[in-house]
């Protein structure tokens, strides 16, 4: 395996582009086997520490060779394997005497190499893993900025079988005595490949996304504004047009900070599941799950805001090829699933938590139903704002193929429930969508929607509850919205607004209540 390293200790903006690997050499008459091809070359770039304000680095690993075919035109004898692709890791630090620090790190996964062919098939490549780490370090009241990015890299697809996608992982900190400490992190899984050939033997498989969990990747000091946040992206299941598709990779994001210097806090993170794989003799693979998480408390009385969103990953759609069209659909969403919370001993605390199911694939996908119950919580005794969101997965589009079932969008229900003794100001907002229905030669419906905000305080309350029905052909949905509000020393507003939608031409009904009590 080829490797190849590069350090630079002072002034940076750096880029590498691992080699190729070597293909591997076709069979003959003599040897009739395909020989596998090499593995791409691995990347490896090192950046500071030094005294420039800005440095980054972009390592990109090296493709995997392609396996040699088989004698007489991949008829006769073993396929060559593909190489792997080459794996990519970019570490990056500024720390300059003064003034403001930025440090950007980029790493990609070489792409795996493609199988030859052969009556014996051989795996293609792998995509190579990645790995991204990003350090600033201000001095003063300067701004410091870490940004990381880490993509696994994807499988090309085989000739009979798809491979795995590569893993990716990575950090981010950001370091300031008195300004501004922003720390970004995103992760990215390999594609798994696809196979569009039918099935000699064995049967052909779609390739695996790779799956992305990342706990606290994220870091920082200050004693002014601290900026986090984190994404996980799981990798896209390869398809398989005349067999079994790749599991969906999924995505997890936890985030957790106890902090007792800045003087404010602005937490994110963030979750997106793979896409499922299509198929046209077996089911669309499910969406890959999302789970985001973060807890965020200041100890010294400042602003929290927390912000999480988790997003399922689309079905894998159904191409109805041949006679297991009456056996076969669309995969269903991804489930998005999390919480968010939030403390302060005097700061406002805004927290909000979003769950979006995966809308699913072509032909009789379901999409995913999402159910949020107090999935967010804060405290303080300043103003307290807490919102939740749940959102349907969209239903598959379906055309006439036999045997197929309609597809519905999924439904949301968000429940939010606060009795609070501290905040000077409570406010709550319970939101669900249900999700659109595919387009459906059948009616079916759109996903029903419940949303209930139930908030108790001592101050100022407002209580709203959004519920909106998702779109059906000639079915319509449901929708109920219920906002409750009650307080031992301050007015109450309460708003329930509810929207029915009955058909695809758009025909709705909306309801809005209000009630406000002054005490």
Not at 263 to 279: F, H, K, M, P, R
């Amino acid at each position: 395996m080829l490797f190849r390293s590069v350090t630079q200790a002072y002034a940076a903006d750096v880029s590498q582009t691992g080699a190729t690997g070597a293909n591997g050499t076709d069979g003959t008459a003599a040897s009739p086997n395909g020989t596998d091809g090499a593995a791409g070359a691995d990347v490896t770039l090192t950046v500071g520490p030094n005294d420039d304000a800005s440095n980054s680095a972009t390592a990109v690993g090296g493709q995997g060779g392609y396996g040699g075919s088989a004698s007489n035109y991949g008829t006769s004898g073993v396929a060559g394997a593909g190489g792997m692709g080459g794996s990519a890791s970019a570490s990056v630090m500024s720390s300059p005497t003064s003034g403001s620090a930025v440090a950007k790190a980029v790493a990609t996964g070489g792409t795996g190499g493609f199988d030859g062919r052969g009556s014996t098939p051989a795996p293609s490549g792998q995509g190579g893993s990645a790995y991204a780490a990003a350090t600033a370090v201000a001095a003063g009241s300067a701004d410091a900025t870490a940004t990381a990015m880490a993509t696994g890299g994807k499988n090309p697809g085989g000739q009979v079988n798809g491979y795995a996608g590569g893993g990716a992982s990575g950090t981010a900190s950001a370091i300031s005595e008195s300004g501004t400490a922003s720390a970004s992190l995103v992760v990215t899984g390999g594609n798994g490949g696809s196979t569009g050939y039918p099935p000699p033997a064995p049967y052909p498989k779609g390739g695996n996304g790779a799956s992305v969990s990342l706990q606290n990747a994220v870091s920082g000091s200050t004693s002014g504004r601290l900026v986090l946040t984190q994404t996980a992206v799981g990798g896209n299941a390869g398809s398989a047009s005349f067999g079994r598709p790749g599991v969906a990779g999924t995505a997890r994001s936890e985030l957790t900070l106890s902090d007792s210097h800045a003087a404010e806090l602005q937490i994110s993170s963030s979750a997106t599941g793979g896409n499922g794989g299509g198929s046209g003799y077996e089911f669309g693979s499910i969406g890959g799950t999302a789970t985001a998480q973060a807890s965020a408390t200041s100890t010294v009385g400042s602003n929290v805001n927390v912000a999480v969103q988790a997003l399922g990953g689309r079905g894998g759609d159904f191409t109805g090829y041949g006679a297991k069209t009456n056996f076969y659909w669309g995969g269903a969403g991804g489930t998005a699933t999390g919480t968010a919370s939030g403390s302060s001993n005097g700061g406002n605390v805004d927290v909000s938590f979003t769950a979006t199911g995966g809308n699913g694939g072509a032909e009789g996908g379901e999409g995913a139903s999402v159910t949020l119950t107090n999935a967010v919580s804060g405290s303080t005794t300043g103003a307290l704002t807490l919102s939740q969101i749940a959102v349907g997965g969209n239903g598959g589009d379906r055309s006439a193929l036999p045997g197929v079932p309609s597809s519905s969008g999924g439904y949301a229900t968000s429940t939010l429930q606060v009795s609070d003794t501290q905040a000077t100001t409570l406010t709550l907002l319970a939101s669900a969508s249900g999700g659109t229905q595919g387009r459906n030669p059948w009616p079916t419906s759109g996903g029903d929607a419940t949303a209930k905000a139930d908030a108790q305080g001592i101050g100022a309350v407002n209580s709203q509850a959004v519920a909106t029905g998702g779109i059906g052909l000639a079915l319509g949905s449901s929708a109920t919205a219920t906002a409750n509000g009650t307080s031992s020393g301050g007015p109450v507003a309460v708003v329930a607004t509810r929207s029915e939608e009955h058909t695809s031409e758009l025909q709705s009904r909306v309801d809005i209540s209000y009630a406000v009590f002054c005490l």
